[in-house]
């Protein structure tokens, strides 16, 4: 049994002890066969000393267990990770982001304990899933969504408090955003709720957020300052239509006024799904094929070794092939009339672009058929999948696929100047360090007012391989933050990393990140190191 760093094996021994006592002795593991589960199947140090493993792992069922678990860890300086449902996979999975932590598995306090379809919300546990949650409401009949992230087998706990996002109103689609309300233990063990919660007998803790005083909830999104054992979301009542429709601009520069008008669009709330852009034209060449093969005039043109290929000759190919550029297809949830009302708005507003033009995807009354389902990404309306993984899996075009990948995610602003750029210099930065990103790449909208870019760095079982690849990926993470983009979000490896970029003022972010930790955890047992924030004993060891 692996025993954590700077414990001893006598106190760890007892310990352990003290967890079966508190949890019951089938719920704490210790074998090298049930600890290998908590291992990253992604993980870029696979087989190397530095990958991340855990000690062991405890899975209590309830709040007071938790409680009963992070008094012993206090007590003998143990090192505990909690983990919702453990299915982070590219930003970590349920390995501890400090090897030898024992896993504080959540997975048993899977209560949903309330669903309020009159002032639509839930209060649900760390350990229900996207799944659960949603067979939940179907099998009762609830006319709400919860807007759900790909894949759904994650915890709306879990997600949220690693600022996922979803598919469905703005105000669900950011995750942690949509939250109200959270019971947290604190690494003393004690129990304390946020927002109306505090106050006893609470009527509205799912329905304000802020409750009195300083609104606390943000320091235990991507933290380590607390467990997190109860979390309220707002949920989103059934809306009664859906229309989709895609509009089409010819040449290269005309991304730049579609993103303006899409983000006026969105902040008055005249669309209110989440928009998806495409380019008709690049489907023909690396990013994709609209044929059986890419085209290889329009392949040389992306792959052009000086600079890239110009607007212009882009724009001389889409004429001559009569391919528009640039595609957006919007999204509205709502009253039919209202939904068809705001399209022509929309369609309205993206004439302004000289040659757009729109096709209409079509209105569908809801809930959809299940021959309607088949047509779309089934978390656009509100229903968890694992769809996603068949992006990566085997196939008759990826006959060798890899064993995972790490999120590169870099945030910019929401400009078409800035998806230029920001192309223009991951490309570059590609031909540098070998990297399989595309010549170009389109952002996605989870969020209104930034852009999100997701790249996935394959993890291979090669050591050398992946020593390249780590080395490559903390060199992106630097050129991005030298053009003033970071990471929203990254796997354990690279958090450091990307703390790091976050330097304002000698990193005074990092600095009050560390006296938050020292005050609420002083003998540092909460998931060290997670998102870069090490307690102070890990602190000066590494100094």
């Known amino acids: 049994m692996k025993v954590p760093p700077g414990v001893s094996a006598s106190d760890f021994a007892e310990a352990i002890k003290q967890f079966e006592e508190a949890v019951g002795k089938e719920w704490v593991f210790t074998s090298d066969e049930d600890v290998a589960l908590y291992r990253d199947a992604y993980s870029p140090f696979w087989g190397e000393k530095n990958e991340l493993i855990a000690a062991a792992a405890v899975a209590p069922e309830n709040v007071e267990q938790v409680q009963k678990v992070v008094k012993i860890a206090n007590r003998y300086k143990i090192p505990i990770y909690p983990v919702s449902t453990g299915k982070n996979l590219g930003y970590g999975g349920s390995a501890p982001a400090y090897s030898g932590s024992v896993v504080l598995d959540l997975k048993r306090m899977n209560r949903i304990l309330e669903v309020n379809e009159r002032n639509a919300f839930a209060l649900v546990e760390p350990g229900v899933s996207y799944f659960d949650l949603y067979r939940y409401i179907q099998e009762k009949g609830i006319k709400l969504w919860v807007d759900v992230p790909d894949p759904g087998w994650g915890s709306p706990v879990g997600n949220s408090l690693d600022r996922g996002g979803g598919y469905l109103l703005p105000q669900y689609r950011n995750h942690f955003d949509s939250h109200c309300g959270m019971e947290v233990v604190l690494a003393n063990g004690e129990i ?16 304000y957020k802020s409750g009195f005083g300083p609104w606390i909830d943000g320091i235990f999104s ?11 979301f707002w949920l989103l009542p059934a809306p009664d239509s859906y229309l989709v429709g895609t509009v089409t601009v010819p040449r ?10 899409l983000g006026y669009l969105e902040n008055t709330g005249a669309t209110n799904g989440m928009p998806f852009f495409g380019s008709p034209l690049l489907a023909r060449g690396p990013l994709g094929a609209a044929g059986p093969e890419p085209d290889p005039e329009l392949t040389a043109l992306l792959n052009k070794k000086t600079g890239g290929s110009s607007p212009e000759e882009m ?7 009569g391919i528009s550029h640039w595609s957006c297809t919007l999204s509205f949830y709502g009253a039919p009339k209202a939904n068809a009302e705001n399209w022509e708005f929309s369609k309205e507003k993206f004439s302004a672009i000289p040659g757009a033009k729109f096709t209409d995807g079509g209105s569908y009354k809801l809930p959809l058929t299940p021959e309607e389902q088949a047509k779309f990404n089934l978390p656009q309306f509100g229903i968890p999948s694992l769809q996603m ?30 998806v230029f750029e920001a192309n223009r210099v ?3 930065a590609a031909k ?8 170009f790449s389109l952002p996605t909208c989870y969020w209104e007012r930034a852009f999100i870019f997701l790249f996935g760095f394959p993890i291979t079982h090669d050591i050398e391989t992946n020593k390249k690849n780590r080395a490559a990926f903390q060199r992106l993470v630097q050129i991005a933050a030298e053009h003033g983009w970071g990471e929203y979000r990254t796997a354990p490896a690279h958090q ?11 990193h005074a972010l990092l600095r009050f990140h560390e006296t938050l930790k020292d005050a609420v955890d002083p003998n540092g047992i909460l998931s060290a190191g997670r998102y870069g924030i090490w307690p102070k004993h890990l602190r000066e060891a590494k100094s």
């Open 252 to 261: 290269y520069n005309d991304l730049i006024p579609l993103i303006d008008i």
């Open 496 to 506: 450091a990393a990307v703390m790091n970029t976050y330097s304002f003022n000698n």
């Open 389 to 418: 993984f068949s992006i990566g899996a085997r196939s008759d075009t990826n006959p060798t696929p890899g064993n995972g990948h790490v999120w590169f995610s870099p945030i910019i602003p929401r400009t078409g100047e800035a």
């Open 426 to 428: 991951f490309r570059e």
């Open 222 to 232: 991507q933290s380590n300052f607390g467990v997190v054992t109860k979390m309220g």
């Open 192 to 207: 304390m709720r946020t927002g109306m919660g505090a106050l006893p007998e609470a009527k509205t803790w799912q329905q």
């Open 432 to 439: 540098e360090l070998g990297l399989p990103i595309p010549p």
């Open 315 to 321: 724009d001389a190919y889409a004429v001559k092939k």
